[in-house]
């Protein structure tokens, strides 16, 4: 590490060296920085305007400094994006699980972008980023999956497997069967249970 008693003996390049070494070290980083101001200081107070540091070898400091500067700021950015990012994958999958436990209840965008800690319009926006699809589409997803799989495990009638997944009553759940699958939930169930006593 550079000192204030050696800084005058090292060169541009070396400098620069140490720099790159310490840019991924914030306490280390922080420490250099310091130390060449501590050291501009110091030849500042010492030498006044004829500063040899200022003047003959200004360029082992300004170019330094203008490095640390840039480096630091990169790192502070990169770290805290990447924080901040992390933070909300993190609040995302949990709210996403909380939506698949809970898909009996009538819940909504705004719902789950509430436990996830975010706005709808950034829940939304964040979703669709890393899904590809839109929060609503997930949704629907996971209502008709868990549908599909109660009317091949049980013998639910379709009224309560509707309840059980949300919907209020049997003939929304066969509306939404109808968009997206392009049958019943009653043609599932038979086509399912023919299949199973074939095999």
């Known amino acids: 590490m550079i000192t204030s008693t050696t800084l005058f003996s090292y060169n541009y390049s070396f400098v620069i060296r140490m720099i790159k070494k310490t840019r991924n070290n914030l306490a280390r980083f922080n420490l250099l920085a310091h130390t060449i101001k501590v050291v501009i200081n110091k ?38 994006t990447r924080n901040k990012q992390q933070r909300k994958y ?18 909504s965008i705004a719902d789950i972008a509430e436990k996830a800690y975010l706005t709808r319009s950034t829940f939304e926006r964040f979703f669709k980023q890393t899904q590809q699809v839109s929060p609503r589409t997930w949704l629907i997803q996971m209502r008709l999956k868990k549908a599909l799989h109660l009317l091949a495990t049980t013998s639910h009638s379709i009224d309560k497997i509707a309840q059980k997944c949300g919907y209020v009553s049997a003939l929304s759940l066969r509306l939404i069967f109808k968009r997206y699958l392009g049958y019943t939930p009653g043609y599932y169930r038979r086509e399912f249970v023919e299949n199973q006593d074939k095999s």
């Open 43 to 80: 030849c500042s107070f010492k030498y006044g305007s004829h500063n040899p540091i200022l003047n003959s070898d200004r360029i082992i400091i300004t170019y330094p400094l203008l490095h640390i500067a840039k480096h630091r700021k990169q790192l502070y950015m990169t770290t805290n």
């Open 90 to 107: 993190e609040h995302v999958n949990a709210a996403l699980k909380w939506a698949e436990l809970n898909l009996h209840l009538p819940i």
